[in-house]
C-alpha cells in the first residue's frame, strides 16, 4: 500500500497477460520489455509519476494520512483519473 499505483501495476499485469509470453525466448522477452517501458513512459507522460504517494501528496499507507484523504476527497480527485488512464493506455496497445 502506497507504492506503486495499483492502477499502474494493475495494467501491468493485464498488459502481460495480452501481450507478455508464456515460453521463455529472448525475442518474447524482448518484446514484453518493449511493452512494459513504452506503458510506463505513457504513464508518466500523462500522470508524471508512478509512485502513488507522489501522485496523492501523501502516504496512504499511514492510517492517519488515509483517513485525511478519504475526509478530504484526495482519492476521488486523483484515483479516477489513474484508472481511466490506465485502461486508455492498455486500450491503445490492445
Not at 18 to 23: I, M, N, P, Q
Amino acid at each position: 500500500m502506497g507504492a506503486a499505483c495499483g492502477a499502474f501495476t494493475g495494467a501491468l499485469m493485464a498488459l502481460g497477460m495480452a501481450k507478455g509470453f508464456s515460453e521463455f525466448s529472448p525475442e518474447a522477452k524482448s518484446r514484453a520489455e518493449s511493452f512494459t517501458l513504452q506503458f510506463i513512459g505513457a504513464w508518466k507522460e500523462r500522470i508524471g509519476r508512478i509512485d502513488c504517494r507522489e501522485i496523492l501528496n501523501l502516504d496512504p499507507s499511514d492510517p492517519v494520512q488515509r483517513q485525511f484523504a478519504r475526509d478530504n476527497g484526495i482519492f476521488e480527485a486523483h484515483c479516477p483519473q489513474c484508472i481511466e488512464t490506465a485502461i486508455r493506455i492498455v486500450g491503445d496497445f490492445l
